[in-house]
């Protein structure tokens, strides 16, 4: 198999959200998305004292397209207008179809604003193509435990499959596009290949230490966007590194996203305005 090669490497830029370290490297001005996969906030790690206001993701839209939040340390408490409500712990990973339309909130449960402690979350937004883009809306939060892991390279990597496959691994979420997705812990030295078809994007990023692609070492916090041109990505950690890892085929259709909405068009973003005001998303009657 030969090997996919890099095209460009791209720097998270420094956003912080109130007193939420934030690294977001999609999109980005040299980068509009890695078609499906489109936005990434990396939140933390930083380490929240005592009686603090947890994450600041009060209620808010969306539509037209999913949201997966990985939860490295610390924990999201999930609610949501249409009735989900559920608190991941770290290790956990929370699914969501905006589709139609909801309102949900991300905030830090009570026991993490009362006791603190350590904070390293990621959200990852997924397009949805146009014949889904108003879906029903639908929630997944999975514990750690719930999640399909298994082991390479004589246990020095440990991959938390999320959706897809991997060989003969399948992940834990059914998605509505086929996309492979995961999550990656990695001890120094240690390696593996992911075959990955030719026409498939390919989503890379480093979350921590840093790992050796095509002899070039690369740390944490940064994007690697590869080419259409092989069949396969390998990976060797310079160091204990956590590697978030995903590849689809493109929707090669055309994308507008303003605010907490993606469309294919601007009329579509407008129409999911007025659908919001006019209490189209449902009600939030949550506390």
Do not use: C
């Not at 999913?66 to 956990?92: N, P, R, Y």
């Not at 399948?170 to 026409?199: D, R």
């Amino acid at each position: 198999m030969t090997m996919k090669t890099i095209n460009a490497i791209h720097a998270a830029d420094y956003h912080p959200i109130a007193d939420l370290i934030t690294y977001n490297p999609l999109p980005s001005h040299k980068l509009k998305q890695i078609d499906p996969f489109i936005f990434l906030n990396h939140h933390g790690h930083q380490t929240y004292p005592k009686n603090n206001n947890g994450l600041p993701f009060g209620p808010h839209p969306h539509r037209g397209m999913e949201t997966v939040t990985f939860i490295l340390e610390g924990d999201i408490m999930h609610k949501d207008s249409g009735g989900h409500e559920s608190v991941i712990e770290a290790g956990g990973i929370q699914w969501m179809t905006a589709g139609s339309g909801l309102i949900h909130a991300e905030v830090s449960s009570e026991k993490f604003k009362k006791e603190g402690g350590d904070l390293e979350i990621l959200q990852l937004w997924v397009n949805l193509p146009a014949k889904h883009k108003m879906t029903k809306p639908k929630y997944i939060g999975l514990q750690k435990n719930e999640i399909n892991q298994f082991k390479l390279d004589e246990d020095k990597v440990n991959v938390q499959l999320i959706s897809g496959e991997w060989e003969s691994q399948k992940g834990s979420f059914e998605t509505i596009s086929p996309i492979m997705l995961s999550t990656i812990h990695m001890k120094a030295g240690g390696k593996f290949t992911k075959s990955i078809p030719q026409e498939e994007n390919v989503f890379f990023y480093i979350v921590k230490g840093s790992v050796e692609l095509q002899g070039e070492k690369i740390p944490f916090r940064n994007l690697v966007e590869f080419n259409n041109d092989g069949e396969s990505v390998s990976v060797k950690a310079s160091e204990d590194a956590i590697i978030i890892l995903g590849h689809a085929k493109p929707f090669n259709e055309p994308m507008v996203a303003q605010g907490p909405f993606v469309m294919n068009t601007q009329q579509e973003i407008m129409q999911a305005y007025q659908d919001y005001q006019a209490g189209k998303f449902g009600s939030w009657d949550h506390e």
